[in-house]
């Protein structure tokens, strides 16, 4: 009787322990079917070897096998040993095939890993929106006043026109995408300024300097992408990666023909009606606008933002948080006999959550002080009485008169806080200062309580004025 070579159906589902069949010619290997303890036949694409048997799993055996598993029943184990045969003759042997195998499997490891790193950095990748907005959150996280200024300029300039620029990576943006924002500006109508008034921009209005102040803010806003994107905390905190190379806004020139700031001084006459003014006002608007003057000018953002907690009987506490401190500064000022009569009634009813304050529960806002000025100024000139002015002048007349009554610039720089330069200024220096500070207020609040009395003797002061250019177009 001839010897069968192939497995009948029966003996192929019956296995007990191990059997097998030929796969096509000679040297194509064998189909080995084996029953596991659990009951079920495994099949095996074996392959002799001069260094013994060498078998590759096809998969499991069953009549009627279910979809989406290893299960197959005779012919399609058949058909897959039949195709291990043949990849196996190619590869030179089913050792080099699994080597082969076993290397295909890591490169695509390798390759899915790169997609997702890839996707996980293109998740990460910051958007022009996400630039302006970290910026944003900087200048807020490090205690800057102009960060809500900054915001709604980047809305209603940026944001607002230009939503495609908005979602480019931060990285694609160019010098000419800069130039045609500004550009949008420059040609954009003026908002809030009266009924009425539809003048495109120029220098006849604020438009230029909205522009050149949007530029400054953007070139600051790529300055800091450019240095956190090799901050150790972004990548500890899984930060935006905005990979910027070079800053866009570097080359924009300034925009010509920008208001400068207005910082003339006001004569000593003119302050001098500016103060019988403001102590005609009712309280608490009369002591707040003349604490900021006796004091010497502050930035109004600092001194109404002090709490009771930074008031004691002979000093008031500010913080200085403006130019790049990372914190901010203690600015101590002396509370002289003076300026502590003029908090008298702040200090009596304590309204709010420091002594320059409105209302409960909050500290003065600064509009409201800022408006307070800016209608002196409009009332004082309507009259004849002074120029318009505001509380820009204001701080610039401080300085100003203060330097006539022979108060040094250095003791100036340690009452207003100026900017410290120079490794021994800011790093090491952190004395007060504070009978320097005491002696220049006691000797500028008798200077100013002359001038509110309308005495002139001291009013012979020269004043740099500031010639304007004309707005060549």
Not at 156 to 182: S, T, W
Not at 297 to 322: E, N, S, Y
Not at 345 to 352: C, D, M, N, S, W
């Amino acid at each position: 009787m001839a010897k069968r070579i192939r497995l009948t159906e029966m003996e192929a589902y019956n296995v007990k322990g191990k059997k097998s069949e030929p796969i096509g010619s000679r040297g194509k290997g064998t189909l080995t079917l084996e029953r596991k303890t659990a009951g079920f036949i495994n099949g095996y694409y074996r392959e002799r070897t001069n260094a013994g048997d060498k078998r590759i799993a096809l998969g499991t055996l069953a009549k009627n096998p279910r979809p989406d598993t290893s299960e197959m029943d005779l012919d399609t184990m058949r058909l897959a040993a039949l195709r291990m045969a043949t990849a196996s003759i190619a590869a030179g042997g089913l050792e080099k095939y699994l080597q082969q195998e076993s290397a295909q499997k890591a490169a695509t490891a390798a390759e899915l890993e790169r997609v997702a790193a890839q996707a996980a950095l293109e998740a990460r990748r910051g958007t022009f929106g996400d630039l302006l907005d970290t910026y944003v959150e900087h200048l807020e996280k490090a205690g800057k006043v102009s960060h809500r200024a900054v915001a709604n300029q980047f809305k209603a300039h940026i944001k607002d026109y230009h939503p495609e620029l908005i979602l480019r990576p931060a990285a694609l943006i160019e010098p000419e995408d800069i130039q045609f924002i500004l550009s949008g500006v420059l040609g954009r109508k003026p908002k809030g300024r009266g009924v009425g008034n539809h003048a495109a921009g120029g220098a006849s209005n604020d438009m230029r300097s909205i522009c050149n102040n949007l530029r400054l803010s953007l070139q600051a806003a790529f300055s800091h992408a450019v240095k956190a994107h090799l901050s150790p905390e972004r990548i500890a905190h899984s930060g935006k990666v905005f990979a910027i190379q070079a800053n866009p806004v570097r080359d924009v020139p300034a925009v010509h023909g920008a208001k400068r700031a207005n910082t003339e001084s006001l004569t000593p006459t003119e302050l001098g009606e500016l103060l019988r003014y403001l102590d005609k006002l009712p309280e608490p608007k009369r002591a707040i606008t003349n604490a900021l003057i006796y004091f010497g000018g502050q930035r109004m953002t600092q001194l109404c933002a002090v709490p009771w907690t930074a008031v004691t009987d002979d000093t008031i506490c500010l913080l200085d948080a403006k130019g790049r401190k990372e914190q901010a500064w203690e600015h101590l000022l002396p509370i002289t006999e003076r300026i502590s009569e003029i908090l008298t009634p702040l200090v009596e009813h304590r309204i709010g959550a420091g002594p320059f304050a409105f209302s409960e529960d909050s500290t003065a806002s600064t509009s409201t002080i800022i408006k307070t000025f800016s209608e002196a100024g409009r009332e004082l000139a309507a009259s004849g009485k002074t120029r318009t002015f505001t509380y820009r002048n204001v701080r610039v007349t401080a300085e100003t008169l203060m330097a006539h009554q022979g108060i040094s610039s250095e003791i100036r720089a340690w009452l207003l806080s100026h900017g410290r330069s120079g490794v021994q200024s800011k790093h090491y220096d952190r004395y007060a200062y504070l009978p320097e500070k005491r002696a220049a207020l006691e000797r500028w609040g008798r200077y100013l309580d002359t001038l509110a009395k309308g005495d002139n003797s001291s009013s012979n002061v020269v004043l740099l004025t500031r010639h304007k250019k004309s707005d060549e177009r």
